[in-house]
T-cell receptor, first 113, second 113 residues
């Protein structure tokens, strides 16, 4: 699995864009970058994933650097309900634990009114 | 999309008692199923993984076992609980390869006293 590094916490004003960085310098060529978030005491929720190209869905955008060593999750208009722990991860792409997820400490995003 | 059901939501059990946590999946067939444990501090540890009925892979040696009696049913068990088994247990369902997102259930918070 690629090791990921994220800042422990970030703040964002409601209605503004939240930009959450992640370093994954050991990622290999066939490993995707996935983002999940977890609201307190709930199960993690899938947000978005990508390999090389930037991706966008109804929840967020994912910007991946050309060298794939880092990425940024963008919540374009953060709301109070976006307050959560955000995890950047790269699932195991092979072996006996195919699809295994490993979450680090993640980033606690707090959206303020 | 998939829906993952887990029960019970919370459980308090004495040391040495048995355990049975159940997970069922809707909205897909032949999924990969996972049991994770999330300890305090937000880390996520994969406990068991299943690619089909009766097929279980264990990630770490422990006091727990898993079974998959039906395609969309995954059970986590223990004959005798230990204090160290306390935690937040999450069931997840994913596609057939590492490039599919995983859908998580709401989790079971287990406290062993």
């Amino acid at each position: 699995d690629a090791k990921t590094t994220q800042p422990p916490s970030m703040d964002c004003a409601e209605g503004r864009a939240a930009n959450l960085p992640c370093n994954h310098s050991t990622i290999s060529g066939n490993e995707y970058v996935y983002w999940y978030r977890q609201i307190h005491s709930q199960g993690p929720q899938y947000i978005i994933h990508g390999l090389k190209n930037n991706e966008t869905n109804e929840m967020a955008s994912l910007i991946i650097t050309e060298d794939r060593k880092s990425s940024t999750l963008i919540l374009p208009h953060a709301t109070l309900r976006d307050t959560a722990v955000y995890y950047c991860t790269s699932p195991n792409a092979g072996g006996t634990s195919y699809g295994k997820l490993t979450f680090g400490q993640g980033t606690i995003l707090t959206v303020h009114p | 999309s998939q829906t993952i059901h887990q029960w019970p939501a919370t459980l308090v059990q004495p040391v040495g008692s048995p355990l049975s946590l159940e997970c069922t999946v809707e909205g897909t067939s032949n999924p990969n199923l996972y049991w994770y444990r999330q300890a305090a501090g937000r880390g996520l540890q994969l406990l068991f993984y299943s690619v089909g009925i009766g097929q279980i892979s264990s990630e770490v040696p422990q006091n727990l076992s898993a079974s998959r009696p039906q395609d969309r049913q995954f059970i986590l068990s223990s004959k005798k609980l230990l204090l160290s088994d306390s935690g937040f247990y999450l069931c997840a369902s994913g596609g057939a390869d590492a490039y599919n997102e995983q859908f998580f259930g709401p989790g079971t918070r287990l406290t062993v006293l």
